[in-house]
């Protein structure tokens, strides 16, 4: 009898044995496969964002907001439109901020990478112009701006304000604010100044113009405080009202890309600027929201 048992007990044992390795087979393939089918960033439990500095603020609170809420970890890079575009087609992040849309060029190196971007508009933006506070200068037109970038006008005086050299700064020339400038002011046949300044982020030129009484600069609508003064553009301020409505004449879309259509954690996100607290998010970075 107790032989008879000892013997059941090693054929039950055995059985779980078994059961259990191929329990564990089954969970490892399961496991394999929503990898594969949910995307690296979701099975890592990590949404990985680069791209503009603009669309910074925005990722940022976005990223806090959702880690907070998902449990998922967000991590948010700033090294420029182009950049962001970059690693998307490379395959080194998930989502690509970006200031302006994806340029031809770039399409064509993702698809010879297996990559689809696809567009996703995330709030939209007015290019400010800003000057020092104390200068007198309120409002330009959008061809005296251009005309200051170009080099024709090289004192405040020729455009109403006090008698000095206007220092000109510019963003770099892998920004995306500074494409959307370049199209949206200067057009294809002007050139900005060899004189020109360059800084390499919003941050940057804000603080340079508030420390420089002479300067003038572009920058993102949510980056503009009282260190600096946004002037009027051929008679309209940027504000949300002017650029939900188009009227003020440099406003532009912000963007977040994706390789093909997003699914699962990457896709709530996504979908971030959509819901009431996506758009309190937007609101409070100062941009305006689109949804």
């Known amino acids: 009898m107790l032989i008879k048992l000892l013997y059941r007990f090693h054929f039950i044992n055995s059985i779980m044995t078994i059961n259990m390795k191929l329990f564990k087979k089954i969970l490892l393939s399961a496991t394999v496969f929503g990898v594969m089918a949910s995307g690296t960033a979701q099975a890592a439990g990590k949404i990985v964002i680069d791209g503009s500095t603009t669309v910074g603020p925005i990722a940022k609170a976005f990223a806090d907001h959702y880690t907070k809420t998902s449990g998922v970890q967000v991590t948010v890079s700033e090294s420029g439109s182009g950049n962001g575009a970059k690693s998307l087609i490379n395959k080194t992040c998930d989502i690509a901020t970006m200031s302006r849309p ?118 993102g609508l949510g980056f503009v405080d009282s260190s600096v003064k946004s002037v009027l553009v051929d008679g309209v301020d940027a504000d949300v009202k002017t650029v939900k409505n188009g009227t003020y004449p440099v406003h532009r879309a912000l963007f977040m890309y994706t390789n093909g259509q997003p699914t699962g954690a990457v896709k709530q996100f996504i979908d971030l600027p959509k819901t009431a607290d996506g758009k309190r998010i937007i609101s409070e970075t100062g941009f305006v929201n689109y949804y």
């Open 102 to 219: 994806m340029k031809d060029n770039e399409l064509a190196a993702a698809k010879s990478k297996g990559v689809n971007p696809v567009e996703h508009i995330v709030a939209l933006d007015g290019l400010s112009i800003v000057v020092h506070p104390s200068n007198r200068v309120n409002a330009l037109t959008k061809a005296q701006i251009r005309g200051i970038y170009m080099g024709k006008y090289t004192n405040w005086s020729q455009v109403g304000g006090p008698n000095s050299a206007i220092v000109i700064i510019q963003r770099e020339s892998n920004s995306g604010t500074a494409d959307s400038f370049k199209e949206l002011v200067m057009g294809k046949e002007n050139p900005i100044s060899k004189r020109a300044e360059t800084q390499s982020s919003n941050g940057a030129i804000k603080s340079r113009v508030a420390s420089t009484p002479a300067a003038i600069s572009y920058i």
